[in-house]
């Protein structure tokens, strides 16, 4: 059963970068499934960021797309999620999760890693 | 962007009873929406995809019916494990986008 555990900083100044992690376990990241990141602002509905293959290819939600670089690390089997320049509209609840190529319901997640952007 | 609209946001139940969840979708889905449990801290679970269709591993109370901009979520009997946050996702057209959430609480 694959699993999922993101990491990463609770605690972000603003303007300064927001990095995380996913580590993906009981599964290959190389076996044709999507790799994505969705978060929680407070209060709202989760919010898809974008996903990753693990051939590099991704896609982004249109208004995160310049601001957003999720990459991917076959050799570790993780996948990370970069977002510069927080604001406090970026503190949520990040989650990792995984999709099978032709269906795109989420079949796995993380737990969840709160970040708070503050200074 | 799809607008999933889900409702209520709260309520309140008691064990035994039947519970129903709708997410309204602002444009057709067909069938493409799957559904999720979520407790405080841990991962969410996905219970439902194809708007009926059981996970494997999820217990048959859960249920899920509906197509094109109504779907619902009904789960029968509830046990004390099933107080929760349910949400629903749609997945017809990227960005893939999700209901606000309903609270399942004891009365």
């Known amino acids: 059963q694959v699993q999922l555990q993101e990491s990463g900083p609770g605690l972000v100044k603003p303007s300064e970068t927001l990095s995380l992690t996913c580590t993906v376990s009981?599964?290959?990241?190389?076996?044709?499934?999507?790799y994505h990141w969705i978060r929680q602002q407070p209060g709202k509905a989760p919010e898809w960021i974008g996903n990753?293959?693990?051939?590099?290819?991704?896609h982004y939600r249109t208004p995160l797309r310049s601001r957003v670089t999720i990459s991917v690390d076959t050799s570790k089997n993780q996948f990370s999620l970069r977002l510069p320049s927080v604001t406090a509209a970026d503190t949520a609840v990040y989650f990792c999760a995984i999709t099978s190529s032709i269906d795109f319901y989420f079949y796995s997640w993380g737990q969840g890693i709160p970040i708070t952007v503050s200074s | 962007d799809i607008q999933m609209t889900q409702s209520p946001s709260t309520l309140s139940a008691s064990v035994g009873d039947s519970v129903t969840i709708t997410c309204r979708a602002s444009?057709?889905?067909?069938?493409?929406v799957a559904w999720y449990q979520q407790k405080p801290g841990k991962a969410p679970r996905l219970l439902i995809y194809?708007?009926?269709t059981l996970q494997s591993g999820v217990p048959s109370r859960f249920g899920g019916s509906g197509s094109g901009t109504e779907v619902t979520l009904t789960i029968h009997s509830l046990q004390p494990d099933d107080f929760a946050t349910y949400f629903c996702q749609q997945y017809d057209t990227s960005p893939w986008t999700f209901g606000q959430g309903t609270k399942v609480e004891v009365k």
């Open positions: 194809k708007a009926s």
């Open positions: 009981g599964d290959s990241i190389g076996n044709g499934d999507h």
């Open positions: 990753i293959l693990y051939t590099g290819v991704t």
């Open positions: 444009q057709s889905i067909s069938k493409w």
